[in-house]
């Protein structure tokens, strides 16, 4: 029987063409899901498109006088450098209003998109000053180092200098250059019975309702104020040793508390108990300290490559910031311009970027005198820091993966050989017109304002997408 029967057909061969999958955006489109690798891909691209677009010299008036600032300006020759520049910048929650302090004793808040749009009419073009949406200024001796937006109300900024002890809370729906509300440190006096001078060098509000007021003083010290109490700290932060802070941040909990200063450590104080719970304190006694302190020179001493070409020593820490897009990174920048991450939940240093001291040029900036102020990008895990030799920024690449050039386990090597990274993640430096003290990131779109050691304020945006490496940085 089997001679009736029809063979059947062999089967085709099995193509061996690959598949092409040309809709990758529209996939990501139709998941509404962003892979973590095309989305660094995309942030770094954008690390590379920056590029300075406007500067507004302060050159202001009030009541057709030059300001404070306006005139500290044209003396600039016979005053001190590091009573010059903007001390701090700040956005509100939703990019409309910057509000910028100098040292010489001006607060302004400036309307963005008029900061904007004023920059598109070419370089060298000056601020209307009629957008000015408030222009407070004062006589010497009423500097200011730090403005900060209150979270939960955002008529409020308060502001803080090291050369006095209180905290100012402006609101500018008042249009008055009287704060409305003055916050003190106690007063203690020495062994002579004199009053201790000290000054308050950052300022930090919670988001909650509370309200509540975190400022350290030169002394190390952190003052906490309680708004519904009263105008007197109602709890004292502390360390177990003489730290001067330079920089506070509240993390994302409203309850932990991150202070760094000139001895190279990081304290952090959780207000909800600790060593010492507040609760069980009398009112006179309220002082707490911290739950831990972290030593930064022994985390950096145990990345290996960075050991054998540099000698790490304690170093003063300039800033800390908090990524708002990985809250478990938390980024510093050192007094020498090195800046890095402290993973905090691992407690060690993922991340570190080392750039040229400045005396290796021959540079002999005084811009080394000046606190500097990084920021980080809103959503992309960049930071920007303004350089301590040259004139421009930094913009790195602190992506939580080792992807980042800047991570401690990155291999250059082995990450260009690999076809699923197709972009060359690099660090970027933008070069700018003067010399930068402090950024501040728009929280909407990542444009970034930078504020200068000559008073001014330069607009950065991106222009266009570049993957040439020639102006790209690979230090470490």
């Known amino acids: ?47 590379h498109s920056y590029s300075e677009i406007g500067k507004f010299s302060h050159f202001y008036h009030l009541n057709e006088n030059p300001c404070i600032t306006h005139m500290m300006q044209i003396q600039s020759l016979y005053q001190c450098p590091t009573m010059r520049g903007v001390a701090g910048l700040d956005f509100d929650n939703r990019g409309i209003f910057l509000v910028s302090v100098t040292r010489s004793g001006c607060l302004m808040v400036h309307d963005f998109e008029s900061l904007y749009c004023q920059s598109k009419l070419g370089p ?4 209307d000053e009629s957008k000015h ?35 100012l809370i402006f609101d500018i729906s008042y249009m008055s250059p009287k704060p409305t509300e003055v916050l003190q440190t106690r007063q203690k006096l020495s062994i002579i019975g004199r009053k201790i001078s000290r000054g308050l060098s950052d300022v930090a509000i919670t988001s909650d309702e509370d309200s509540r007021i975190f400022s350290p003083d030169t002394l190390g010290m952190v003052h906490v104020w309680d708004r519904r109490a009263g105008v007197s700290p109602c709890i004292e932060l502390s360390t177990d040793r003489y730290d001067s802070i330079k920089r506070i941040q509240i993390y994302v909990d409203n309850q ?36 831990a302190s972290l030593h930064l020179a022994p985390k950096l001493q145990k990345i290996a490559s960075l050991k054998a070409q540099s000698e790490i020593v ?72 303004g350089s301590m030799s040259e004139k421009g920024i930094h913009v790195l690449d602190f992506h939580p993966s080792s992807r980042s050039p800047c991570h401690v386990d990155y291999d ?4 260009r050989n690999e076809k699923r990274d197709k972009c060359n993640h690099r660090n970027k430096f933008v070069s700018l017109s003067e010399t930068v003290t402090g950024c501040a990131a728009h929280p ?15 607009l950065i945006a991106q222009m266009h997408c570049s993957s040439s490496s020639e102006t790209a940085e690979g230090e470490l």
């Open 412 to 415: 250059e090597d082995t990450q």
């Open 133 to 167: 949406v408030v222009h407070f200024s004062y006589p010497p001796g009423r500097e200011f180092d730090v403005a900060r937006w209150n979270p939960s109300n955002q008529n409020e900024v308060a502001c803080t200098s090291r050369k006095h002890d209180q905290v």
């Open 256 to 291: 932990t508390i991150f202070g760094a200063g000139k001895e190279g450590i990081i304290h952090i104080w959780d207000l909800r108990g600790g060593r010492n719970s507040s609760a069980f304190q009398s009112r006179k006694d309220m002082s707490q300290l911290p739950l």
């Open 1 to 47: 029987m089997e001679k009736y029967l029809v063979s059947p057909e062999p089967s085709p061969a099995k193509s061996r063409t690959t598949v092409r999958r040309p809709w990758k955006r529209s996939l990501i489109e139709v998941n509404g899901r962003l892979d973590s690798a095309y989305r660094h891909e995309l942030y770094s691209r954008v690390a």
């Open 314 to 385: 304690p170093k003063e820490i300039h800033s800390i910031d908090v990524n708002p897009s990985s809250p478990h990174q938390l980024a510093f920048h050192l007094d020498d311009g090195w800046s890095g991450v402290l993973d905090i939940y691992k407690s060690e240093v993922t991340h570190v970027h080392c750039p040229p001291p400045a005396w290796l040029d021959g540079s002999n900036s005084s811009a080394d005198l000046i606190l500097r102020k990084p920021s980080w990008l809103p959503t992309s895990s960049i930071y920007v820091v």
């Open 444 to 458: 909407l779109n990542g444009m970034i304002v930078a504020g200068t050691q000559n008073s001014s304020l330069l």
């Open 124 to 127: 060298g073009s000056a601020e």
